[in-house]
């Protein structure tokens, strides 16, 4: 047998001096090859300092931390994210389980079982505690058609391949829940056995805190909404880099995120000073997917501005933002045929350059407003270009983009009914509007490891050279993303979240994205 254990921890000093001899106990002439996982889940009481000793002393042991405390599901995804070994033992670090019956469970587990559960024989840590796990199971049950004993016990031995296939969201303790569940809804053979309980002897449970309890509603909600919506399981995404041909700078910093880093796809600004730079870096790189970033601020139209006077101001450019485009449009001022001719221009450009154009974005999100969509989406279809961008912002950003974020929030809800209803391909979901050039890279690998399933774009803005700044004179840390971009974390939380990384293209090839057929229920023994 070749197994990982793994033990969440989070202020757990007093119980950690017999983690290890009782992990021994418990592998000795049963386990051959086995590593013991530690996750400091952001201790304060010496846990971290306490454990990377052991890791230095014992080559079995592996340390890992999280700088603050993100709650148990959070230290027990890490744990198992991190296994190596065919099997993988979850158990919580106090030691619930008996080190006699531990060994027992192990050695029952048969070869046609992919996840063996324990189930509590005895009482909780008081009635209160009982009588909230009874309500929880029933809860369960009642709502996902989940029928085991006990959701909630911490002794969990999976395989490999099975965890492979499972992604986790829940940071907190809907964690043990949604590995059952994801695992049912994958067909799991699940085998439950009987373990005594042993109530911890040392540090304080916060399980049935209220604010844990809060938090434990709440990820199952969202979870409940994710599996209705489909969003659950396998997760593709798109990582598409914005302002290609704006200057040369931004290409040199596209091109780099796509050779060396996470980038699959790139948006070409046909107004963009350095157009022709980039269409020849498109060509050279044919793997990199290409999209027309459709523009009406902050640049000259492709059209002469003597056919488009509604859209510019007297030099010739359009309007420096969005608030001075959208002034105009809603007072009526731009001219629906000059917006539809320039728009077509800007297409036409791109494709003149021999580019394979999949999918329609635009500028600071314009394409979006009510008037420019229907433009945008017959463009589309005449163009032969099947997928478009649906942006749209988080629920909470800086205070900065409060006012663009509720406009966008607000033409999202007006376009996701005529975008869905068009035929092409939309995306799922999307991130990158809050964070639009400020990606650092640990923002940017928690947003990898915490992306639902279903195809999500994610959007990006890689520049590189000390004279971009100069060049474009915007609030946006351009070489801050091109690192986060190439960085070996964010790649490393790619392949931990089991993200599948794609294209517009891809996506448009495998034809429509039919949501899979329920797989065969669970069986359990």
């Known amino acids: 047998m070749s197994l990982s254990f793994v033990y969440p921890i989070h202020n757990e000093?007093?119980?950690?001096?017999?983690?290890?001899?009782?992990?021994?106990?418990?592998?000795?002439?049963?386990?051959?090859?086995?590593?013991?996982?530690?996750?400091?889940d952001g201790s304060t009481d010496g846990s971290g300092p306490y454990i990377d000793r052991l890791a230095a002393e014992h080559p079995e042991v592996r340390a890992l931390h999280h700088r603050r405390n993100r709650g148990l599901g959070a230290a027990i995804t890490t744990g198992l994210r991190h296994a190596t070994k065919p099997l993988v033992l979850y158990m919580d670090s106090d030691f619930p389980v008996g080190v006699a019956e531990a060994r027992a469970a192990l050695a029952a587990m048969p070869l046609e079982v992919d996840l063996l559960i324990g189930y509590r024989i005895g009482r909780a840590e008081g009635l209160r505690r009982e009588l909230m796990s009874w309500t929880?199971?029933?809860?369960?049950?009642?709502?996902?058609?989940?029928?085991?004993?006990?959701?909630?016990f911490a002794f969990k031995l999976i395989r490999r391949p099975l965890l492979e296939r499972i992604r986790l969201r829940s940071e907190g303790s809907f964690i043990d829940a949604e590995l059952l569940l994801e695992a049912q809804r994958l067909g799991a053979r699940i085998?439950?056995?009987?373990?005594?309980?042993?109530?911890?002897?040392?540090?304080?449970?916060?399980?049935?805190?209220?604010?844990?309890?809060?938090?434990?509603?709440?990820?199952?909600?969202?979870?409940?909404?994710?599996?209705?919506?489909?969003?659950?399981?396998?997760?593709?995404?798109?990582?598409?880099?914005?302002d290609f041909g704006l200057c040369r700078g931004v290409n040199q910093g596209v091109i780099e995120s796509f050779a060396r880093g996470v980038v699959t796809s790139a948006s070409i600004l046909p107004t963009g000073a350095a157009?022709?730079?980039?269409?020849?870096?498109?060509?050279?790189?044919?793997?990199?997917?290409?999209?027309?970033?459709?523009?009406?601020?902050?640049?000259?139209?492709?059209?002469?501005?003597?056919e488009v006077p509604s859209l510019v101001d007297r030099s010739g450019r359009f309007p420096a933002?969005?608030?001075?485009?959208?002034?105009?449009?809603?007072?009526?001022?731009?001219?629906?045929?000059?917006?539809?001719?320039?728009l077509r221009a800007q297409v036409a450009r791109a494709q003149a350059a021999g580019l394979e154009i999949s999918h329609l974005d635009s500028h600071q999100h314009l394409h979006l407003l009510p008037g420019v969509l229907p433009v945008v989406l017959r463009l589309a279809k005449e163009s032969g270009i099947g997928a478009v961008r649906l942006p749209g912002p988080a629920a909470s950003g800086p205070p900065r983009r409060w006012a663009e974020?509720?406009?966008l929030a607000f033409a999202r809800r007006q376009a996701r009914g005529a975008l869905r209803r068009s035929g092409l391909l939309v995306p799922d979901d999307f991130r990158g509007f809050h964070e639009a050039g400020c990606w650092r890279t640990e923002d940017l690998a928690r947003a990898v490891l915490a992306l639902d399933g279903g195809v999500t774009e994610l959007c990006c803005h890689p520049g590189a050279g000390d004279g971009i700044e100069r060049e474009v004179p915007w609030p946006y840390q351009w070489q801050q993303e091109l690192a986060a971009l190439t960085s070996?974390?964010?790649?490393?939380?790619v392949r931990q979240a089991g993200v599948e990384l794609t294209t517009y293209r891809e996506c448009l090839r495998a034809g429509p994205a039919a949501r899979p057929a329920p797989p065969a229920a669970a069986s359990f023994t």
């Open 136 to 152: 929880y199971n029933q809860i369960i049950r009642r709502t996902f058609g989940l029928h085991v004993r006990d959701v909630n």
């Open 405 to 407: 974020g509720a406009a």
């Open 13 to 40: 000093m007093a119980n950690l001096p017999r983690l290890l001899p009782e992990t021994r106990r418990i592998a000795e002439g049963l386990v051959t090859d086995y590593e013991v996982l530690l996750v400091d």
């Open 275 to 306: 157009f022709e730079e980039a269409a020849a870096l498109a060509r050279a790189h044919p793997r990199l997917d290409i999209g027309v970033h459709l523009a009406l601020t902050q640049t000259r139209p492709v059209l002469s501005p003597a």
């Open 191 to 242: 085998m439950e056995v009987g373990l005594h309980y042993h109530p911890r002897v040392a540090g304080v449970s916060t399980a049935a805190s209220a604010r844990v309890v809060l938090r434990l509603l709440g990820e199952m909600r969202a979870y409940r909404l994710r599996r209705r919506a489909g969003r659950v399981g396998p997760a593709r995404l798109i990582i598409n880099a914005d």
């Open 321 to 342: 933002d969005w608030r001075g485009f959208l002034a105009r449009w809603l007072r009526g001022a731009v001219r629906r045929s000059e917006l539809r001719a320039e």
């Open 488 to 493: 070996a974390e964010v790649a490393e939380a």
